[in-house]
């Protein structure tokens, strides 16, 4: 009888053994594509609302449906990113020909920059010095910076790598999210079987709270950076302010990472002053901040919003996740966090109605 019984734990533990190592060795194979099929994931069930009503208006036909939305995806993506390529480049090849030519001027500074508290001086100075000889301030900073200066290339090239990169595996996960949508049914009975291996009777509360918290990152985090973004655009075209798709671009980064535009926007802000008149450079800049401080208001609004968890805690697992893992983490980070939360309240009351 004793044999017998060790019999049988050898053999459990050679198939657990077997299964570990098979489980391991998939997630190995798919290791190169996890980033693209999670962003499929994430694009799918943010967009799931409203897919469901366009099939219902299209007579029930899931298919066409998911077609439609990849297409518009694309073209979402694909178009305004060509247009900013080709503006950039464009405003980049100017800006080089007016330097080889010596037409590059910059205005000379106002005495009112002479008089800002700190850096108004140095500031000033340096700001004349390029208006007066740009060519000979850029020599003296490349002489004595040299290192950084090639740093700071390798930097940007790197960053424009990675850039593209992304852009590429995002144009795939937008592909990827169509076919999950055309497979929507299924694979919610999937992922609810799933769950149910894993929680049992909380499943549709898992999966109810999981979702929830995604479109809540989605609204809260990428929809307000989006919309702080294209508010910047308008308003840099409205002043005329060079490559305001490049810049808007770099506003959207910051509102992704949660900094204030005004990293940005400040410098510009400076600029337009040095441009315009006063009255129009003020009228910039006060659009500006509110553009900048427009997520204090419309964070509590979007942020929290469809899920039973403290905006706080959303918030706190959202940033938390993009620090441990990048932009991803924004999601992987705010749904740990959720789930942590409820399981903690449940075990607190310690009763099954909490959750």
Avoid: C
């Avoid at 009503?53 to 305004?80: E, H, M, Q, S, W």
């Avoid at 996740?321 to 980070?333: D, I, Q, R, S, T």
């Amino acid at each position: 009888m004793k044999n017998l019984n060790d019999n049988r734990s050898i053999e459990l533990l050679i198939r657990i053994g077997f299964l570990i190592l098979l489980v391991a060795a998939s997630l190995m194979i798919l290791a190169p594509f996890m980033i693209i099929l999670i962003w499929g994931v994430i694009i799918a069930v943010a967009q799931f609302p409203l897919f469901k009503r366009a099939v219902n208006a299209l007579g029930d036909r899931k298919k066409l449906t998911a077609v439609l939305f990849t297409l518009a995806g694309l073209i979402v993506i694909i178009i305004p990113s060509l247009m900013l390529a080709e503006s950039s480049a464009y405003g980049y090849q100017n800006l080089l020909k007016a330097f080889e030519e010596g037409r590059l001027t910059i205005p000379p500074p106002t005495e009112d920059v002479n008089e800002w508290p700190l850096i108004g001086e140095s500031f000033y100075n340096i700001w004349a010095h390029a208006s007066n000889n740009l060519l000979e301030l850029l020599s003296e900073y490349n002489g004595q910076h040299s290192e950084q200066v090639r740093e700071s290339i390798a930097w940007l090239l790197k960053t424009l790598a990675s850039i593209s990169i992304t852009f590429l595996q995002f144009i795939i996960s937008i592909i990827i999210a169509g076919a999950l949508l055309a497979k929507a049914d299924m694979g919610a009975e999937t992922t609810k079987e799933f769950a149910k291996r894993l929680v049992g009777d909380k499943a549709e509360d898992f999966i109810s709270l999981t979702i929830g918290t995604i479109r809540s990152v989605v609204h809260g985090i990428l929809g307000i950076a989006l919309f702080q973004a294209l508010a910047s655009a308008v308003l840099l075209i409205i002043f005329n302010v060079p490559l305001p798709g490049l810049w808007a671009l770099f506003m959207l980064i910051l509102g992704t990472v949660q900094l204030p535009q005004l990293l940005i926007l400040g410098p510009i802000s400076i600029y337009v002053f040095s441009v315009l008149d006063t009255v129009p450079a003020t009228v910039f800049t006060v659009f500006a901040v509110l553009i900048s401080m427009s997520d204090s208001f419309l964070k509590p609004l979007f942020l929290g919003r469809g899920v039973d968890i403290p905006m706080l805690v959303v918030l706190l697992g959202a940033i938390g996740g993009m620090l441990a893992f990048g932009v991803l983490g924004l999601f992987v980070g705010a749904v740990v966090l959720a789930v942590s939360y409820k399981l903690m309240m449940a075990w607190l009351h310690a009763d099954n109605s909490t959750f």
